[in-house]
């Protein structure tokens, strides 16, 4: 594998940003690594960006909207990794799409593969590590015997509504216990 292609953004620099600046700098690598694609490919559409991706995805490339979508809050919280891993990520996504027979490749399959590590000088990896305690739709807690569960608010009221969920590890039904205090880690 090379060296990553993208220059690696200031960690520093990068936490002193406020929100609108910090979003520009995300822009600012897409087009850079759009920039970078179009050299294999000069015929690629530039992908529209937006930061309304919920839940504890990081990105998406997606491809009817024709663009990219970001998670703000995993930004915000992993703005050095969002830039590094996560927009290659995606717009490896976005090019495999737009190359001959791309609609038909698996989204992680050997051509994203190929893109993540000749393009883009990085180890291809399908998933991220960041925390999404912050970034999850799912605030109730319900517990079992084994551990604590995550729900979101559609599966919080059909629970209450008086449908009955089981844990798979431990089979004991799940009791609520509240919310989530969104400052406790998850």
């Known amino acids: 594998m090379t060296a990553p292609a993208l220059p690696d953004p200031d960690p520093h620099w990068l936490a002193g940003l406020d929100a609108e600046a910090g979003r520009a700098a995300l822009r600012e690598r897409v087009e850079a690594a759009y920039a970078l694609c179009r050299e294999v490919h000069p015929a690629l559409p530039r992908p529209g960006v937006w930061l309304d991706l919920r839940g504890r995805s990081a ?3 997606h491809f009817g909207r024709g663009g990219l979508r970001f998670n703000p809050v995993l930004f915000d919280e992993n703005r050095h ?3 590094v ?5 995606e717009m490896a996504h976005w090019l495999v ?12 399959g050997h051509e994203w593969r190929t893109v993540m590590r000749r393009l883009f000088g990085l180890a291809p990896r399908t998933t991220h590590r960041f ?5 999850s739709p799912a605030p109730h807690r319900y517990r079992c015997g ?6 979101t608010a559609r599966r919080h009221d059909l629970a209450r509504s008086g ?5 798979r590890h431990c089979a004991e039904t799940l009791v609520y216990m509240g919310l989530r205090d969104l400052d406790e880690p998850s």
Do not use: I, S
């Open 59 to 61: 990105g998406q490339a």
């Open 81 to 83: 990794a969002f830039l």
């Open 85 to 89: 891993e996560v927009v290659p990520h």
């Open 97 to 108: 799409h737009h190359l001959e027979g791309g609609p038909q490749a698996k989204p992680h």
């Open 131 to 135: 925390d999404t305690g912050r970034a």
């Open 146 to 151: 084994c551990r604590e569960h995550a729900f």
């Open 163 to 167: 449908r009955a969920y089981r844990c």
